[in-house]
């Protein structure tokens, strides 16, 4: 049996966590670039029959039948040579964290367009009849009334597909990425192997907390939204 020493989980902490930057940096940059991303495909995905519902069904079923390491490869060792045929440009020498946001971006904006989608058709039809009747534009009616009550809806299925990225993150070491997955690698390397579960006992405890924080966070955030939604209701009766 491999002996396990608590504390060396605690002194392996410290390290893994001067990487946390790295992961919270791919986290946020994905949420917030395939949260816009998602959001136009969810718009498409609306407009049945049109070619821009077309595309958008094709690409949400495509990358969410692409399993994560494999997307992020492609993208890593494909596009590269891609852009160098097409435009004669090498772009291998760019930053690493650059593909791993890109592939990242490709899988989260389908999962979240998928969100935002249903979220949007579960607020009733006839509150958007309601806003058009009062005198609002199109527009003023959807950022007013719409999507207050969207976003409440849809909170916890972001929460959801925040926790999804932030597990298909920590795969971004596969290409040499070190962030607290890639440092946990290679403090296991330095010590030639040992001490490999007291490092993954480490790493997993950093996840639970930051995943902690995105569903408190997440609770605590709908509950301020309905309360919201709650009070400007009252004052509209």
């Not at 959807?142 to 959801?160: H, S």
């Not at 040992?194 to 790493?203: H, K, M």
Request: proline share 4%.
């Amino acid at each position: 049996m491999i002996p396990f020493h608590l504390e060396r989980v605690w002194s392996v902490l410290p390290d893994i966590l001067s990487k946390f930057p790295k992961t919270l940096e791919i986290v946020v940059l994905t949420a917030f670039l395939g949260a816009i991303l998602g959001a136009m495909l969810a718009k498409w995905h609306l407009q049945t029959g049109s070619v821009k519902y077309k595309i958008a069904q094709y690409y949400i079923s495509a990358m969410r039948c692409t399993p994560p390491i494999v997307l992020i490869f492609l993208v890593f060792y494909a596009f590269p040579k891609l852009i160098e045929t097409i435009f004669l440009v090498d772009i291998n020498g760019w930053p690493k964290s650059i593909f791993v946001i890109s592939a990242l971006v490709l899988l989260f904006s389908a999962n979240i367009a998928v969100t935002f989608e249903a979220a949007y058709l579960a607020v009733p039809k006839g509150q958007t009849e309601a806003g058009l009747v009062s005198g609002l534009s199109e527009t003023r009616t959807f950022f007013r009334i719409i999507l207050p009550q969207a976003l409440v809806i849809a909170l916890p299925n972001i929460a959801n597909n925040l926790l999804t990225l932030l597990k298909e993150g920590s795969l971004a070491y596969m290409i040499g990425y070190v962030d607290i997955m890639g440092q946990a690698q290679n403090i296991i390397s330095r010590n030639l192997g040992n001490f490999g579960l007291e490092t993954y006992v480490a790493v997993t405890l950093v996840y639970w907390g930051v995943a902690l924080v995105i569903e408190g966070g997440s609770l605590q955030l709908e509950k301020i939204l309905s309360r919201h939604q709650g009070q400007r209701l009252e004052g509209q009766t």
